[in-house]
């Protein structure tokens, strides 16, 4: 690339490295510097972060969108740190692939150790939850008025999450929903509004809106029911899970600590991005895709690092 190539690039650009496209990736040019006679750019790559400012002879080639795919696309413009790189706590999915394997010891998610540890007892949880808040039933129970049957199957929901809410946050909904039928009403409402409702946004607002009005807008509880009931394609939000594998991997959320629309569309986002990447492990659904967001933390840099060091040539497998 010469000095008129450079001149010529534009901020937007997708770009690829002549020689180190299988290393880095596609990238997008995030900034333009320097002089006339010294233009340099700044390129942020999908599998190793931000580059420094190339000088004139870098060998770039600009990318047509269409010679871009969808993903590539979509984590391109949701950077939310144009300062990231692989040595300050960037995460590209290639390096998490690898650390994902290597700390469940598995080839997939078909792996056995996987299965046992992760997958099957949230199978489990999707199959009971759907025996007890089907939309058949649901809508039956509500127009029976019928919420001391509701109440034992919140109960028994809880139960069978296992370990994916804390005893103390199901225990104060419940309290809260004790006090009163009023509040046991508009609860299950709500709730059967964002199940089966067809304008999923304002049905999500709605669900967050009677959540704080019971004291109880947290992310866990606004998205776990999504989650046990549609697994394919909703995600179950703990909080520094999510915003630690969206802060490696330099993905925008916008998160905020109380539940918003806005950040939980960034989230799904952020989530199919994930699936769309990591399909060479074989991910069913989001049971999966959560399960790897764990696995995309500063102990995976560690993993992933020591095993470059130790295989060199690992980008060419």
Not at 6 to 24: A, L, P, R
Not at 93 to 112: C, M, R, T, Y
Not at 130 to 155: A, G, I
Not at 281 to 287: F, N, R, S, T, V
Request: glycine share 4%; aromatic share 14%; with cysteine.
């Amino acid at each position: 690339m010469n000095k008129k190539g450079v001149s010529m690039i534009k901020i937007g650009d997708y770009v690829e490295h002549k020689t180190k496209k299988k290393e880095w990736g596609v990238g997008k040019v995030i900034e333009k510097s320097g002089t006339k006679r010294d233009p340099r750019i700044t390129i942020f790559f999908t599998k190793v972060g931000c580059s420094k400012s190339f000088a004139t002879e870098a060998p770039f080639k600009v990318v047509d969108e269409s010679g871009v795919s969808e993903a590539d696309q979509v984590q391109l413009n949701n950077i939310s740190n144009t300062k990231a790189n692989n040595s300050n706590k960037y995460l590209g999915i290639p390096d998490a692939i690898i650390g994902f394997k290597k700390l469940l010891e598995v080839d997939d998610f078909n792996g056995e150790r996987y299965l046992l540890t992760e997958r099957n007892y949230k199978l489990a949880f999707h199959e009971k939850a759907l025996s007890y808040f089907n939309e058949k039933d649901f809508h039956q129970l509500l127009d029976d008025n019928d919420y001391t049957e509701l109440v034992e199957r919140l109960k028994k929901f809880f139960v069978a999450q296992s370990n994916l809410l804390s005893h103390f946050e199901h225990l104060k909904l419940k309290d809260a929903l004790l006090e009163s039928e009023a509040n046991q009403k508009v609860f299950f409402e709500a709730l059967y509004r964002l199940l089966y409702d067809d304008d999923f946004s304002e049905s999500f607002r709605n669900w967050i809106i009677v959540l704080s009005e019971l004291g109880h807008a947290k992310w866990t509880l606004a998205t776990i029911f999504l989650y046990a009931i549609y697994p394919e394609k909703y995600m179950f939000v703990k909080p520094e899970t999510t915003k630690v594998a969206a802060e490696i991997s330099n993905f925008f959320i916008n998160y905020e600590s109380k539940p918003t629309w806005d950040t939980y569309k960034r989230i799904l986002s952020f989530s199919s991005y994930l699936r769309v990447k990591i399909d060479e492990l074989k991910p069913k659904d989001m049971i999966d895709v959560q399960s790897f967001m764990w696995c995309m933390n500063p102990e995976t840099i560690k993993v992933v690092t020591q095993y470059k060091q130790d295989n060199p040539d690992y980008w060419k497998e």
